[in-house]
C-alpha cells in the first residue's frame, strides 16, 4: 500500500492568503485614488501659496496634485526601506 499525497489546489501554499488582480486592498487603494483625483479636480480655482521664500500663484489642483505624488513618492520609498 503506497500512500500518495496530493497537493492542495491552493497556489499560495494553503497559507490561505488572498492573491490576484482584485484583492480587497487594491480596490481600496482604487477607490481612495479615484476620490482624491475628483477632489484635486474639482478645485480648479487659482490660490497663493508661499514655497519657502516666494510666493507662487496656481492652480489649486496643480498644488493638490503635487502634494499628492510627493506623498506617494515618500509613501513607496518608505515601503521599498521596510522589505
Known sequence: MSRKTSKSADPSGGKGTREGPMTPA???VLVLAALGL???FENTRSTRIRLL?????????????ATGLIGAVC???AMGRRR
Open 26 to 28: 487594491r480596490i481600496a
Open 38 to 40: 475628483i477632489f484635486i
Open 53 to 65: 521664500i516666494p510666493e507662487v500663484t496656481m492652480p489649486l489642483w496643480a498644488a493638490l496634485l
Open 75 to 77: 509613501g513607496a520609498y
